[in-house]
C-alpha cells in the first residue's frame, strides 16, 4: 500500500479510531484495487450500479444532479478520504442518483461490498463509524434539499453565513470559482453574479477577488 493511499485511509471516518498499523492488518484481509481519474473522467453516472465502497484517496471527485434539460447541480465535493454515495451501497436499489466525474487528477479505492462486511464483521469499530458516517450523509442530503427549496438571495446568504461560521471570521475566502459556487447552489452562473452585485451594492458586502468581506450578515 503506497503512503498516499494509506493517508487517505487515515482521513477517512470509516476507519476513525485505528491505528496505522491496524488500518494496513485489516485492509490485508480483503481485496481492493485503486484507480486512477483523470480531470472530467466519469467515475460513475446516475443510474449505474453502487457494488462497492469507494474512498477517495487524493483528488477531488464531485457529485452531480444533472436534469433532463442540462441543468448542472452540484450536490458535494469529494476530497481525500470521504467516501462516495455510501448509504447507496447496501440499499436495495442501489444505485449512484448522482453522476460523478473528477474535478482533478484523482485517485479511488474500491472495496466490493461483500469485503466491507468483511470489514465490519473482523473490526467492530468501522461498524459505529459507519453509522456515524450515514446519520452524516443523511442529514447533510436534508440540508441541500432545503437548500434547492430557498431563492437565489437566501441560497447566497446561507451559503455566506455557513462560511463565516466555518472559517471564523466575517472576511471570508470562496475557494470555489463563481461557477463551480453557482453549481453549488443550483444556480445559473448569471443569477449568482447579480445577487453577489446587488448586495454589494446594498452595502451588505464586499468582495475583491476570492475575498468576501461581510458587513452586514444579518441583512443576509
Known sequence: ???????????????????????????HQVQYRVQEYKKSDVFALAGDPCRHANIVVSGEMSAKLIS?????VRMDLHHSGQLLAPAFLFAKDGHYPVTIEAEQTSRVLRIASADVQVLLEREPRTAMNLVGILSNNISF????????????????????????????????????????LADE??????SLLRCLHELQE?????IDGKHIDVDAPSLL
Open 1 to 27: 500500500m503506497d503512503i498516499d493511499t494509506l493517508n487517505g485511509l487515515k482521513a477517512c471516518p470509516f476507519f476513525k479510531g485505528l491505528t496505522e498499523n491496524e488500518i494496513i492488518d485489516l485492509m
Open 141 to 180: 442530503l436534508t440540508k441541500k434539499v432545503s437548500l434547492l427549496s430557498m431563492t437565489v438571495r437566501e441560497k447566497v446568504g446561507s451559503y455566506i453565513n455557513n462560511e463565516i461560521k466555518r472559517q471564523g471570521t466575517s472576511n471570508i475566502v470562496v475557494t470555489l470559482s463563481r461557477q463551480q
Open 202 to 206: 446594498e452595502g451588505v458586502i464586499r
Open 68 to 72: 433532463p434539460s442540462g441543468r448542472v
Open 185 to 190: 447552489l443550483g444556480i445559473q452562473k448569471y
